[in-house]
């Protein structure tokens, strides 16, 4: 199975995020999160594979990092089906910050899928690590 197909759980958020791009700054609000990325409303997403960076406002923490879009809805409709905003994939993030986020999902009864998930990236990071393929 890979990656890619998995369920990877995520968690309703309402977290105020600060987007630096080299275009400049925009402010938006993460409605979703995972422990590879987020779901950001804004009203002008980035294009398709821009790299930024964020600086996350948890209620318990604020932190930083690096990003990848994904998906962007700069040309679509922005109604409550199909909103105006882009998925970030994560590039650079902490382990801790990994930990914070798969907390949250506990928080939100997802525990056992985030955990599972968790190990598979772990087993993952130590494979490459190991050189491993």
């Known amino acids: 199975m890979s ?11 309402s977290w105020p995020v600060t987007v630096k791009h080299p275009k ?4 938006g609000l993460i409605t979703l999160v995972n422990p590879n990325g987020v779901l950001i409303l804004c009203s002008r997403p980035l294009k398709l594979n821009e ?7 948890a209620p318990s923490r604020s932190f930083e990092v690096k990003g990848l879009v994904v ?9 409550e ?4 905003g882009m998925r970030v994939r994560f590039l650079k993030i902490s382990s801790q910050n ?6 949250v999902l506990e928080d939100q009864g997802v525990k056992k899928v ?7 990236l772990n087993t993952t990071v130590e494979d490459i690590k190991s050189g491993a393929s």
């Open 24 to 27: 400049g700054e925009m402010d």
């Open 3 to 13: 990656v890619r197909s998995r369920k990877i759980p995520s968690a309703k958020t």
């Open 51 to 57: 790299v930024c960076w964020m600086t996350i406002n």
């Open 71 to 79: 998906w962007s809805n700069i040309y679509g409709r922005d109604d």
């Open 81 to 84: 089906i199909t909103p105006r």
């Open 114 to 120: 985030a955990e599972d998930y968790l190990k598979t």
């Open 98 to 103: 990994r930990l914070f986020i798969a907390s």
